[in-house]
Each structure stands twice: as structure tokens, then as C-alpha cells.
């Protein structure tokens, strides 16, 4: 493992409009991780067609996504930001790995079964070996670390797996086995209307979310209707427990502050949700509005976006090419 140069790569799903749980559990590490990595940040569309996309709504997403990287301080220059679809690596490897990975580790994979439901025959095969494709993302740049959320560590786990059995079967240290990077408090940012659910751009509630593209004044009124209690707020981490939407609301207020949840509860014990929901709504356009409006200036100009993703393919394609050569060698392609 040692021998690997350290390289981080995520990928984040065109999917919709970017909210403030992609921003903090993600992006904002993403932005952090800069310091003290070399890292490649990916559009995945290709994961995103697993399920049914309107293809003109697939293709404003992207550049949103790439835009709020942008915006939220990813440097495109310096490191790598790119679309999945454009470097053709992804799923050549992809397909390899779609040799070495087992078919009882995919239906093992939770997010499968829960999407797939009852509906198991008829959801499409891209669903099903969507984890291979995550792991031929991440290993064909011999990438040693991914920032995700808790959704995704079982498919970073077969990512393991499958760098694990390539090296065995094939008896070579090629794939290094790639770590999880689960960073800050607010890794996981609750529904404002039901503390025990995922903030998540499904949810049919709008009040459910904010938006990186929210205006000022509809942060305000959504911070100002989350769900709370009437009681005052406690001075403990432990009374949080059940209190959900209390907790997601210090939560929240402590990552854009980068505080503990102690400290920040410390400020708030036996006071009001509206002093808390006040400065929340406060910091939160501090924290999101100069980032809207620099999405908002960059999707004034979708050429320049456009010439960042190529720049970036060209990039990724330049790490990814030779590695996946050594990759045909080894299993004899050539
Ligand atoms: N599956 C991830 C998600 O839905 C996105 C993703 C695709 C990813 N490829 C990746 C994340 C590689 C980390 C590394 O959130």
C-alpha cells in the first residue's frame, strides 16, 4: 500500500440541483482535501443513467455539478475535474472489472436492494454493476483515497474486493486498495421537515432541502420552517439523540462554523429554536450565497465550462490511458 503515490478521487451524480448535504458532506471536503492531496473529481454520468434521465436535463446537471465544484472552491486548474463519460478508461476497466467482481457481492450491496425493491427483474443490468463502474472510477487511477458519504462505504468495500481479487488472481500488486475519507460533523445533513431522513434532492418537499442555489430569502424561510420542538434547547449532546431535527440544526450551524457540536451547543443551551434558527439563517447566506452566485456567473458562460471539461478529460486521460495498458497486459490482451 505504502508504495502508492497518495491520489484522491470522488465522483458526484448529475442528478439535480447541488444541496446543502452534498455541499458539506462532500464538496466542502473536497475543497479541504486539495491541501493535502492530488485530487480528481468526476461528474458520473454514467452512473446517473442507471435509472431513467431526461437526456437535456442530464446535460444542464453536469455542468451545474462542475459548476459548483467551481464555486465552491475545487481548483480546476490544479487538480482534476472532469466528466465520467467523456474517458473512455472508465468503462473499458469498468468492463474487466465486471469479470472480477462476484455476482453474490453485488446482490449483498444494500443500496441495490433498496433501490431495485420488488422490482428486481426489471430494473436495468447498469443498476446491478454500478459498483464495478465505481470501483474501475476510482482504481484506474491507482486513486488511495475517497472522500465518501456512509451511503457509499459498501461500495467502497467492494471497490477493495475487487482491487484485492484482480491482485490475487493475476498474482501481482498492481491496485492499491483504495480507503474511505469520512470527514467533520456534518457528513450526514438531515431533512429540515424530518430529522431521521437524509437530506436528498427526491424528497417532494422543496422545504425539505436547501438549494447552492437558493436566494437569501429562501434560506431564511426555510430555516425559519424546519420542523423543531417547543422546548428550549438542550445543553447536551446526549438529549440530542432524541431530539432529531434539534440535532440536525446544530449540526449544521456547527460544519458551516467548523465547530463541534459541543461548542456550538454551548451558545444555544436553554434558549429558543428562534435565536438558533436566526443565526443559522445567517450563517448559512453567508456560507451559500457567495457560492450561488459565483454557480449562477458560471452558468452565464456554459462555453468556459465546457472548455474545463475538456481540459479535464484530456487530463484524466493522460493518468488513466497508460494504467489501463497494464491493465490489458496483465489479464493478456496484448
Ligand atoms: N456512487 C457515488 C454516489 O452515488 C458516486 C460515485 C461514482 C463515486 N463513482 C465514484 C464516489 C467513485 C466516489 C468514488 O454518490
Not at 455542468?63 to 467551481?70: C, G, M, P, R
Not at 475517497?146 to 481479487?165: C, F, M, T
Not at 437569501?216 to 447536551?236: F, G, H, T, V, Y
Request: charged residues 25%.
Amino acid at each position: 500500500m505504502s508504495s502508492f503515490q497518495k491520489r484522491v478521487f470522488s465522483g458526484v451524480q448529475p442528478t439535480g440541483t447541488l444541496h446543502l448535504g452534498n455541499y458539506l458532506g462532500a464538496i466542502k471536503n473536497f475543497v479541504e482535501l486539495q491541501k493535502e492531496f492530488e485530487c480528481i473529481y468526476c461528474v458520473v454520468d454514467q452512473h446517473a443513467i442507471t435509472v431513467e434521465q431526461n437526456p437535456a436535463e442530464l446535460r444542464s446537471n453536469t455542468l451545474e455539478v462542475l459548476a459548483s465544484f467551481i464555486a465552491a472552491g475545487v481548483d480546476y486548474k490544479k487538480q482534476i475535474i472532469f466528466q465520467q463519460s467523456s474517458v473512455a478508461e472508465h468503462s473499458q476497466l469498468a468492463w474487466v472489472f465486471n469479470c472480477v467482481s462476484r455476482i453474490g457481492w453485488l446482490n449483498r450491496m444494500t443500496q441495490f436492494k433498496d433501490k431495485a425493491g420488488k422490482n428486481k427483474e426489471n430494473v436495468s443490468v447498469g443498476l446491478m454493476v454500478y459498483p464495478n463502474l465505481m470501483a474501475a472510477d476510482i482504481l484506474a487511477y491507482l486513486a488511495t483515497h475517497v472522500p465518501v458519504g456512509d451511503d457509499q462505504k459498501q461500495h467502497l468495500e467492494l471497490s477493495r474486493d475487487i482491487a484485492q481479487k484482480f491482485n490475487n488472481d493475476f498474482k501481482v500488486d498492481f491496485f492499491p486498495l483504495p480507503e474511505p475519507l469520512i470527514y467533520g460533523n456534518a457528513t450526514r445533513v438531515m431533512s429540515l421537515r424530518d430529522g431521521t431522513k437524509k437530506m436528498s434532492k427526491s424528497d417532494a418537499s422543496e422545504f425539505s432541502r436547501i438549494l447552492l442555489t437558493d436566494s437569501d430569502d429562501d434560506i431564511s424561510s426555510k430555516i425559519k420552517k424546519a420542523k423543531s420542538d417547543s422546548d428550549l434547547i438542550p445543553d447536551n449532546k446526549d438529549q440530542l439523540q432524541n431530539k432529531p431535527e434539534c440535532l440536525n440544526l446544530i449540526n449544521i450551524l456547527s460544519a458551516c462554523s467548523n465547530e463541534s457540536i459541543e461548542k456550538t451547543l454551548v451558545s444555544y443551551a436553554g434558549k429558543e429554536y428562534s435565536k438558533l434558527k436566526n443565526d443559522l439563517a445567517d450563517k448559512l447566506i453567508q456560507v451559500i450565497g457567495p457560492i450561488r452566485t459565483e454557480i449562477l456567473n458560471l452558468l452565464n458562460n456554459k462555453d468556459e465550462l465546457n472548455k474545463v471539461l475538456d481540459m479535464g478529460s484530456e487530463k484524466a486521460s493522460t493518468i488513466a490511458g497508460p494504467i489501463l495498458k497494464e491493465v490489458y497486459k496483465i489479464v493478456g490482451f496484448r
